[in-house]
C-alpha cells in the first residue's frame, strides 16, 4: 500500500511569515495526527483527526496554528506567523485502528529564520 | 497520567555487540506498547509492537517483550550493524475509541561503529 505522504519536504521561511503543510494518509485511515518534533526530542501531538472531526487539539498553539481535514481525507496545517521557535519537523501520521500502530510520513523540515 | 521512560543515550556500539534499549511505562489498563526508530534524516517508522501481556513483537532481528509485571518492554537485538544506528522511540497507545493517542518517550540515540 501507499505510505503517507507529505509536502513540502523542506522549507525555509523568515518570522513572521506564513507557511502550510500538506499530508494525505493512508487510504481508508480514518485517524489523522500531526506531531511536531524538535530537534533532539520525541514527537509532540499537535492535532488528532477522526474522519473530518477533531478529537484532541489540546496543544496546538491556536493563535498561530491552524489544521483542517476537509472531507476526512487529506489534511493542512498552517502557520500564522511563524516564530523562530517553530523550527523543528512537522509529521504526519495514520491509523486505522491505534492498537495496531501508527504509520508516519517522511515530514516537513521547517526552518525559521 | 501514562508516561513512557527510555534509558538516555547515546549508546555507541562495535558492529557485531548485543544492544538492549530499556523502556519502561506507567499505565492505567493494558496499552499496547511499540518500538519506532528514526534513521538520520526521515521520519519515524515502526519497528515492532505488542499488545497485550507477554506478547513479544520482533522485527530485522529486533525483539522487545511486553512485561506486565515490570511494566517493561526492553528492545534488544543479538549482533548490531551499522545500518542499525538511528534514534529509537519507545510509545505506549492510550485511550479507547477515537481518543486513542501515542505516548512517547524521548528516544534514545544509537551509533553503530564498524
Known amino acids: 500500500e501507499a505510505g503517507v505522504a507529505q509536502s513540502p519536504r523542506y522549507k525555509i521561511i523568515e518570522k513572521r511569515q506564513s507557511v502550510a503543510f500538506w499530508c494525505n494518509p493512508i487510504s481508508g485511515h480514518a485517524t489523522l495526527y500531526w506531531y511536531q518534533q524538535i530537534l533532539g526530542q520525541g514527537p509532540k501531538l499537535l492535532i488528532q483527526?477522526?474522519?473530518?472531526?477533531?478529537?484532541?487539539d489540546s496543544q496546538l498553539p491556536k493563535d498561530r496554528f491552524s489544521a483542517e481535514r476537509l472531507k476526512g481525507v487529506d489534511s493542512t496545517l498552517k502557520i500564522q506567523p511563524a516564530k523562530l521557535e517553530d523550527s523543528a519537523v512537522y509529521l504526519c501520521?495514520?491509523?486505522?485502528?491505534?492498537?495496531?500502530?501508527?504509520?508516519f510520513g517522511s515530514g516537513t523540515r521547517l526552518t525559521v529564520v | 497520567g501514562n508516561s513512557v521512560t527510555q534509558m538516555e543515550g547515546p549508546v555507541t556500539l562495535s558492529e557485531e555487540a548485543f544492544l538492549t534499549i530499556n523502556c519502561t511505562y506507567t499505565?492505567?489498563?493494558?496499552?499496547?506498547l511499540f518500538w519506532y526508530v528514526q534513521y538520520p534524516g526521515e521520519g519515524l517508522q515502526l519497528l515492532l509492537k505488542?499488545?497485550?501481556a507477554d506478547d513479544k513483537g520482533s522485527n530485522k532481528g529486533f525483539e522487545a517483550t511486553y512485561r506486565k509485571e515490570t511494566t517493561s518492554f526492553h528492545l534488544e537485538k543479538g549482533s548490531v550493524q551499522v545500518s542499525d544506528s538511528a534514534v529509537y522511540f519507545c510509545?505506549?497507545?492510550?485511550?479507547?475509541?477515537?481518543?486513542?493517542?501515542?505516548?512517547w518517550g524521548l528516544g534514545t540515540s544509537l551509533a553503530v561503529n564498524p
Open positions: 499505565a492505567t489498563g493494558y496499552p499496547s
Open positions: 505488542a499488545t497485550k
Open positions: 501520521a495514520s491509523s486505522l485502528e491505534g492498537r495496531s500502530g501508527y504509520t
Open positions: 510509545a505506549l497507545s492510550e485511550g479507547a475509541g477515537n481518543n486513542r493517542k501515542l505516548i
Open positions: 483527526f477522526q474522519n473530518n472531526g477533531v478529537v484532541d
